[in-house]
């Protein structure tokens, strides 16, 4: 921590460390179908965070060790081959992060969730690539789920609620286009649905708890040409 004319002489804070186990099976069901799945098991001891002292000309911000915390869960990929050109995907993960100690520099207390960990997380894709007029056509979609998620803590005082649940969301994406080789040319889609899923979300303790969000790209439609050298 640098020094401050408020705090001339500030305190060290230690490295944090993590323990992480993991097993998991990769394999093949013949030339049609494919499986990847593992299960995990992190410990996370002395967290670094961002602290507040309070000193005589107000608080000061500095790094500092507070807590400790575990994620566990399971992540899959599994992929089918429908047909000649034809693929679809399902990949995914649910996750279980949750602070194990206090963490009084974060205003937080054991069994609070980690922020922005979402409890599922998950893809569907559809591919497909065909010959076709000299080249070869591609086409994609995909449906995307984003599951319950908590904001950051905060030391604050006048924050009544700094640790909210932030709302699951769902994009659409799609692309089609045609691969020459050389060049490509693509049109594509994402976020269809215009979801207005919320990214960050900050408790700022103003008027009525309100506070300031950060949304997700809104529905974009655009081309795309690629020429390779």
Same mark, same amino acid.
Request: proline share 6%.
């Given at each position: 921590?640098?020094?401050?004319?408020?705090?001339?002489?500030?305190?060290?804070?230690?490295?944090?460390? %993590? @323990?992480?186990?993991?097993? !998991?099976?990769?394999?093949?069901? #013949?030339?049609? *179908? =494919?499986?990847?799945?593992?299960?995990?098991?992190?410990?996370?001891?002395?967290?670094?965070?961002?602290?507040?002292?309070?000193?005589?000309?107000?608080?000061?911000?500095?790094?500092?060790?507070?807590?400790?915390?575990?994620?566990?869960?399971?992540?899959?990929?599994?992929?089918?081959?429908?047909?000649?050109?034809?693929?679809?995907?399902?990949?995914?993960?649910?996750?279980?992060?949750?602070?194990?100690?206090?963490?009084?520099?974060?205003?937080?207390?054991?069994?609070?969730?980690?922020?922005?960990?979402?409890?599922?997380?998950?893809?569907?894709?559809?591919? %497909? @690539?065909?010959?076709?007029? !000299?080249?070869?056509?591609?086409? #994609?979609?995909? *449906? =995307?789920?984003?599951?319950?998620?908590?904001?950051?803590?905060?030391?604050?005082?006048?924050?009544?609620?700094?640790?909210?649940?932030?709302?699951?969301?769902?994009?659409?994406?799609?692309?089609?286009?045609?691969?020459?080789?050389?060049?490509?040319?693509?049109?594509?889609?994402?976020?269809?649905?215009?979801?207005?899923?919320?990214?960050?979300?900050?408790?700022?303790?103003?008027?009525?708890?309100?506070?300031?969000?950060?949304?997700?790209?809104?529905?974009?439609?655009?081309?795309?040409?690629?020429?390779?050298?």
């Amino acid at each position: 921590n640098l020094p401050t004319p408020s705090l001339p002489i500030p305190p060290s804070f230690l490295s944090d460390s %993590t @323990r992480n186990y993991e097993v !998991g099976l990769r394999t093949e069901l #013949g030339k049609q *179908f =494919s499986v990847d799945v593992a299960v995990f098991d992190v410990d996370w001891k002395d967290i670094q965070i961002l602290g507040i002292v309070q000193t005589e000309n107000g608080p000061i911000g500095i790094n500092g060790n507070s807590g400790s915390a575990r994620s566990r869960g399971l992540e899959w990929n599994l992929s089918w081959k429908v047909s000649p050109g034809v693929t679809l995907s399902w990949l995914g993960a649910y996750t279980d992060a949750k602070l194990t100690a206090d963490a009084s520099g974060l205003g937080a207390k054991s069994g609070d969730e980690l922020p922005y960990v979402p409890d599922i997380q998950t893809t569907f894709n559809l591919d %497909t @690539r065909r010959a076709m007029a !000299g080249g070869e056509l591609f086409a #994609g979609a995909s *449906f =995307s789920y984003t599951g319950t998620r908590y904001t950051g803590f905060s030391p604050q005082v006048n924050v009544v609620e700094p640790h909210v649940a932030l709302p699951s969301y769902s994009t659409v994406n799609a692309q089609i286009g045609m691969d020459y080789g050389r060049w490509s040319v693509e049109l594509y889609g994402h976020n269809l649905g215009n979801e207005r899923g919320i990214a960050e979300y900050g408790n700022s303790g103003a008027v009525n708890q309100r506070g300031q969000a950060v949304f997700i790209q809104p529905r974009t439609l655009g081309v795309q040409v690629a020429v390779k050298f």
